[in-house]
Structures are given as C-alpha cells and as structure tokens.
C-alpha cells in the first residue's frame, strides 16, 4: 500500500486559524499504522510504504482530475518503493507486516 510521505506537511502547508487546530492534532504517523491494523484485521498482508508526493497531483490530460491522476502516480512510485523495501539486503525502515 503507498501514501504520500508527509513529513513536513505542518511546514508547507498554509491553513487559517481555525483549520490549523485540526491539522497539528493529528499525528500523521498513525496513518501506516491505522492501515497496517486495519489490513491485519481483514485478514491480508500489507506493506505499507511512503513516496515523495512531489508533482503528483498535476492535473491529468485526459479526465482533467487532479486527485484521480495523483492516485495512479503514488501507486506507480509505491510499486517501486515496495520492490526496494523488499529486496533481502534492505533495512527494516518501514512497517510490514
């Protein structure tokens, strides 16, 4: 499973005052972990890793949906995330289960 890694995003990101209260109580480090819990409770066995969400949400040039073109694109970088994350010499940095 990818997601877009989002250390920093406290930093980049631009919110007024009311919307800042929401984004700085969430720990965005629970995000893998909700997902790795939640996959272990169905029953099937995940990776989760994270990719640089760098220019994936450009707008697609045929549907003209940027979220829809951003999902294929970190699907794309965690396929190839995950062939790294798996290889048997690579270091246990990110959650699998």
Not at 44 to 54: K, L
Request: glycine fraction near 6%; aromatic fraction near 8%.
């Amino acid at each position: 499973m990818a997601v877009e890694e989002l250390t920093g995003i406290r930093a980049r990101v631009r919110l007024r005052k009311p919307q800042r209260a929401t984004l700085h109580s969430w720990a965005f480090a629970q995000l893998g972990q909700f997902l790795t819990y939640k996959a272990q409770q169905a029953g099937v066995v995940v990776v989760v890793v994270q990719v640089d969400p760098a220019y994936t949400s450009q707008t697609c040039q045929a549907c003209g949906h940027a979220d829809y073109n951003a999902a294929h694109n970190i699907a794309a970088r965690g396929v190839v995330r995950w062939g790294e994350v798996m290889r048997p010499d690579a270091a246990p940095i990110l959650a699998a289960s």
